[in-house]
């Protein structure tokens, strides 16, 4: 079955970096576009990243363009998010999930991203 596992997250401090990784299994890897989809309590998922199979294409939103950076090992089934110039609007439970953008068919567990003073 499909399988996304996040990790990477924590408590940083104001303009900290985090990288966020993304182990997938159950599923031929390459080809699906992938997403990192944020959702903070109260609110729904949105998306921050997104990737397609290949690796070269890619997206972002643009409170996050020039800070974040999205990315995926395909012989290793790992999804990426390098987080820079973190500021407390960034804190949420970061998912990866399969498809582009909202377009999402499986999610992992989530992992937590903090980020305060």
């Known amino acids: 079955q499909v399988q996304l596992v996040e990790s990477g997250g924590g408590l940083v401090q104001p303009g900290g970096s985090l990288r966020l990784s993304c182990a997938a299994s159950g599923f031929t890897f390459v080809n699906y576009a992938m997403s990192w989809v944020p959702q903070a309590p109260g609110k729904g998922l949105g998306w921050v990243s997104a990737?397609?199979?290949?690796?070269?294409?890619?997206s972002c939103v643009g409170s996050v363009k020039g800070r974040f950076t999205i990315s995926r090992d395909n012989a290793k089934n790992t999804l990426y998010l390098q987080m820079n110039s973190l500021n407390p609007e960034d804190t949420d439970v970061y998912y990866c999930?399969?498809?582009?953008?909202?377009?999402?068919?499986?999610w992992g567990q989530g992992t937590q991203v903090t980020v305060s003073s």
């Open positions: 999930a399969t498809g582009w953008a909202y377009s999402n068919d499986y």
């Open positions: 990737i397609n199979g290949g690796g070269i294409s890619t």
